[in-house]
Structures are given as structure tokens and as C-alpha cells.
């Protein structure tokens, strides 16, 4: 297991740069603003900065959410750090930097799809969430309350909670630990999990008008397109969660949530219950993810990828 305190004093590090996946979910962005606060914290010398494509509104309560940059801003940091992904084409806009350090760190859970890519890794894919992994490489002796929130975020939305089948003994023990820093777990689970603003209220309102019970129940398809979007005046960044709606209806052993991000990509996001593996299907469009929550970006349209898809669930709900 690499520790991220030997490598900072063996190189001497002066400035860190640290990233996660496109489009960044909670455990993404926990993960890397938990290192930006470890680092700020034990090494006040040092100069680093958070990189993010995207800054979701409902982890803004993390400390650090105001430094994330979400463009390369010239710098050239002598470290630089890859949370959450183990396929360096998925830190697009911040390849120069990673390649400009003199050394690099990759820690992530995803399961490999290709050669190490950075001068250490650390890949657990059994873990349920990328903080579990990095709460490893740290000195907890070392924590703040902020670091601490960091990883708890981290833990609880990959986990759903707790409840996904990936959850283990070690993520309760893990979890048990940091909320003896202090922070309010409960509020971060009702403000992740279950508030909703009215816009994205009516995000999930357009979502289940839309979907659709395919093999006889035992999978859920939905989409919002640009124009759902528009007429409701929800943004990318207000569908997250709705996939687990899906999944939440009874007799549903996959759930399959479609929506635009960008330019004509389409974000496509899968998860099962109980048997149904959708990673292997996301790494095939290269995406990733784990057995139970996997997805992937396309720039094809809908009914193709409903097309697609439809022809996996039949040999995988079979």
C-alpha cells in the first residue's frame, strides 16, 4: 500500500495537483478535496489545488469546494494525483499537468482496464468507494474534521448508504472512525441522498414519465433528452440520483438512466440489485465502474443506446 506522506517527503514535493473522472461524482469529489485538505493541513508549504471538470452543487459543503478549477490554469505542479480512475484519458482537461509532473500517484477502486499509467498506483477493486482505498494511504493520526467529512462523502454515496452489496466490515469500521471528528453524518445523507431542489424535482418528475419496464419488469429504462431539459430548465448536474430511483422499483434487477451532458454526448448510467453484472457492459463502451454501478459516455443517440442495451439485458437477465 503506497502512503502518500513517504512520497511527498522522498521527492521533496513543493506543489500538488490532484484530479478525478469527468463529470465527478460524490466519492470523486470527496476523495480529492479529502487529499487537498490532508495536504493544506500536515503541509502548509505546499501549494496545492484540486482539478475538477465539474462542481455539483450538492457537495458544496465540503471545505475546498470554492478551489476547485475546472481548466488547466497553466501550472505545473511536481505532483499530481488521479482519485476515482484508473484510465488517464478520463482526467481530460488535465493530461499536461499529469504529464508535466515529475511524479505521479494513481489510487482508484474501478476495476483495470489497462497498464498502470502513473509512477505509483494503488487500485483496490474490491473496495466499495476510492476514499475507503485513499483512507489507507493517509496517516489518520494526521486527520482534521475536514479530511475527515471529505472521506465520510466519499463513503456514503458509493455506498448508498451502506447498503450496496460491495459495503464490508472494514467500510462500517472506516466509517465509525470518522464521525468521531464531529460533523453532522446525518445532514450529509439527507442533503445527499434525499433533498431536492424543486428544479430537480421535476428533473425526476420528467425521468418517470419516461420510463419504461423492459423483460418483463426486471429492468427499468429512462431518459431525459435536450428538450426535457429545456422545458424543464434542468441542468446536467440535477439528474444525479435518478438512476437509484429507478432501481428502487420493485422487481427491477437493472435500472438504466440516459441523459445529455454535453456537445451530443449522451451520459448513460446502469445499476443492479443483486446478479446482474453492468460493469462488463460499461467497459465495453468505455466507461467503467463496479458489478452494481457502472456507466459510460456516448455520442450515440437515444434509441440507439436503447437498442444496445436492450440486447445486453436479454443474455444478462437471462
Do not use: W
Request: proline share 3%; hydrophobic share 35%.
Amino acid at each position: 500500500m503506497i502512503k502518500i506522506d513517504n512520497i511527498i517527503n522522498e521527492h521533496n514535493v513543493k506543489s500538488v495537483g490532484i484530479t478525478g473522472h469527468i463529470n465527478p461524482d460524490g466519492d470523486c469529489i470527496g476523495s480529492v478535496l479529502a487529499l487537498y485538505n490532508y495536504i493544506s493541513y500536515n503541509y502548509p508549504d505546499i501549494r496545492v489545488v484540486p482539478y475538477l471538470t465539474g462542481k455539483p452543487g450538492e457537495f458544496s459543503y465540503l471545505n475546498g469546494f470554492d478551489s476547485i478549477i475546472t481548466e488547466d490554469d497553466g501550472s505545473s505542479p511536481d505532483m499530481f494525483v488521479v482519485l476515482d480512475c484508473s484510465v488517464k484519458e478520463r482526467i481530460k482537461p488535465f493530461v499536461r499537468l499529469f504529464d508535466g509532473a515529475s511524479v505521479t500517484v494513481n489510487i482508484d477502486h474501478h476495476i483495470p482496464t489497462g497498464e498502470p499509467f502513473a509512477t505509483y498506483s494503488h487500485i483496490d477493486d474490491t473496495a466499495p468507494s476510492v476514499c475507503e482505498v485513499l483512507y489507507g494511504a493517509l496517516d489518520n493520526a494526521k486527520f482534521n474534521k475536514e479530511t475527515a467529512e471529505c472521506l465520510y462523502t466519499g463513503l456514503v454515496t458509493d455506498t448508498g448508504v451502506f447498503k450496496y452489496a460491495a459495503t464490508r466490515q472494514k467500510t462500517m469500521e472506516i466509517a465509525g472512525e470518522l464521525i468521531n471528528y464531529g460533523f453532522d453524518f446525518s445532514e450529509i445523507i439527507d442533503g445527499v441522498f434525499y433533498e431536492r431542489t424543486f428544479t430537480q424535482t421535476k428533473a425526476l418528475a420528467k425521468a418517470i414519465e419516461n420510463t419504461q419496464l423492459l423483460f418483463n419488469g426486471s429492468a427499468a429504462y429512462s431518459y431525459v433528452s435536450v428538450e426535457d431539459m429545456e422545458s424543464a430548465g434542468v441542468k446536467a448536474s440535477d439528474l444525479g440520483g435518478i438512476v437509484e430511483q429507478l432501481r428502487l422499483i420493485k422487481g427491477v434487477e437493472v435500472a438504466v438512466f440516459i441523459y445529455p451532458v454535453q456537445d451530443g454526448m449522451n451520459k448513460v448510467s446502469m445499476r443492479s440489485k443483486k446478479y446482474a453484472d453492468v460493469s462488463k457492459y460499461a467497459i465495453s463502451k468505455g466507461g467503467g465502474g463496479h458489478m452494481r454501478a457502472a456507466g459510460f459516455s456516448t455520442f450515440d443517440g437515444i434509441n440507439k443506446i436503447k437498442q444496445d442495451i436492450e440486447a445486453y439485458l436479454e443474455k444478462e437477465l437471462s
